[in-house]
């Protein structure tokens, strides 16, 4: 148990040092520590103890002070571990950020834990276990569900990838819930508990190879676990992010240019048509004005600048800087909610504009656009649909990986169009998935949290 106290408490020291900031980081530390108490519980009994016996230094008080020791190291790995597992698989979830009861749970689960101290211990046991085992085997199996629920919905092959590796520490509390719990509850098996040390130096070994082979959780050991930060990561370049926009407006610009040039040579231009292109021209170069700003040179981070909008007329504006290019497709414009959302209009415009040219792209034909925009109790439906080519699954499984792209064949194509969007729509909190079937055409899906209810009724958008 000695290697399973110095492996679990090097592991969690190392995870801390590398980012402490980080949220899920201080959890899987936790998970490290509190395991690694039962390690400790186990060499005082087993080593240390008999070691002091054999040369007669075990002096009352130095017995009685290991004996507390040793009970507390053990309360702490029964009790703490059930616990810090499921928090870390809480917070490792996709969703975590959007779950409005995120504050108050942490405290909640604490309860039956603490509850556990108005129950006395049989003789000889460390813990009362009937209690224990009630609280610890959901507490676990939870943290092992959303584990692997997580991971098998994750889209983003590499982020699978490290969700699966993670994940790796199911089978090993999945053990542990036996051996430390339903046997000695129910069986009255007390000693499988040092079987343990196999199954968790399988389980370090498994870290330890990944970290070497793919980079894993940062020494990198640090759980690349949030889809935002690792994409942004993936994007190595401010630079790269930039001329992304720029690409898309000043393609905007042209097409818009060569329409008034085009107006003008007939001698006959219609003025409020020339005022509508006019105003697509100034947009487009306001907006490269404001993704300059807003990257500034990082290479990480995208700070957003969140504003009220009215989410139903910033598509709407997209569609209207993107009509030249529209002209030979069936644009249908659903837009069952028109209220208000907050969020960085520059970046959602930015966002949008990709997917719908993405759209377009796969219908090199023409075909029929569709842009619906509902909404649910919490949440802001954007769906922009296509019925183009579509994409086979393993395209599909890459779609928001960082430089993949499927037109390899375009120039300017720099496979940052819909990484980014994934990460930006991260930023506001929301979700991205894309839906495709060859020759059936491809859905994007974005959902955003919807304002508080009190605000609703008093912000106007801008269009």
């Not at 969690?12 to 936790?30: E, Q, Y």
């Not at 001698?267 to 021209?281: F, H, N």
């Not at 989410?311 to 414009?333: K, T």
């Not at 064949?409 to 495709?436: D, E, P, Q, R, W």
Request: with cysteine; proline share 5%; charged share 20%.
């Amino acid at each position: 148990m000695l290697f399973v106290l110095i492996g679990l408490w090097t592991v969690g020291l190392l995870l801390l040092v590398t980012d402490p900031k980080r949220l899920t980081t201080r959890w899987i530390s936790s998970i490290a520590f509190t395991g690694g108490s039962g390690g400790l519980s186990a060499v005082i009994a087993d080593q240390v103890v008999p070691y002091l016996l054999e040369r007669q230094w075990l002096t009352e008080p130095v017995a009685q002070l290991l004996a507390n020791a040793e009970l507390i190291a053990s309360r702490i790995c029964y009790y703490g571990l059930p616990y810090t597992f499921l928090m870390f698989a809480i917070v490792y979830h996709p969703n975590y950020p959007l779950w409005t009861w995120r504050k108050w749970l942490p405290w909640a689960l604490l309860l039956p834990l603490a509850g556990t101290f108005l129950f006395e211990p049989k003789p000889n046991d460390p813990i009362p276990y009937g209690y224990v085992t009630f609280w610890a085997t959901p507490y676990i199996l939870t943290g092992i569900g959303l584990l692997l629920t997580a991971a098998y919905r994750e889209r983003n092959s590499f982020l699978r990838r490290s969700r699966f590796l993670v994940a790796a520490a199911a089978p090993t509390l999945f053990f542990a819930l036996f051996t430390l719990y339903l046997f000695p509850t129910f069986l009255g098996i007390y000693e499988l508990w040092r079987y343990n040390a196999w199954v968790i130096a399988f389980t370090i070994a498994v870290i330890i190879g990944s970290s070497f082979r793919y980079g894993f959780m940062g020494l990198q050991i640090s759980i690349q676990n949030q889809k935002l930060d690792y994409t942004l990561r993936a994007i190595t370049s401010g630079t790269s992010i930039l001329n992304h926009a720029i690409k898309n407006d000043v393609g905007k610009i042209r097409l818009f240019g060569e329409k008034i040039k085009s107006d003008a040579a007939t001698g006959s231009p219609d003025p409020v048509e020339l005022v509508r292109d006019l105003e697509v021209i100034m947009n487009a170069s306001q907006h490269i004005y404001d993704m300059m700003y807003r990257i500034q040179g990082q290479t990480q981070e995208v700070v957003l600048q969140k504003e009220r909008i009215v989410p139903a007329d910033v598509m709407h504006e997209c569609l209207r800087m993107l009509a030249p290019e529209l002209s030979g497709f069936e644009v249908r414009e659903e837009y069952a909610y028109r209220g208000a959302m907050e969020a960085d209009r520059a970046q959602l415009v930015e966002v949008w504009t990709n997917v719908l040219t993405n759209a377009m792209e796969a219908m090199p034909q023409g075909g029929v656009l569709i842009v619906r925009m509902t909404e649910t109790k919490r949440k802001i439906v954007v769906e922009i649909k296509d019925n183009g080519i579509g994409m086979e699954k393993h395209q599909l499984k890459r779609v928001f990986d960082p430089f993949y792209s499927t037109k390899s064949g375009k120039k300017m194509n720099f496979g940052l169009g819909l990484s980014y969007c994934y990460a930006i729509v991260h930023k506001h909190k929301g979700t991205m998935n894309v839906h495709s079937k060859p020759g059936l055409g491809t859905s994007v899906f974005m959902q955003f949290p919807k304002p508080k209810q009190q605000h609703d009724n008093s912000v106007e958008g801008k269009g």
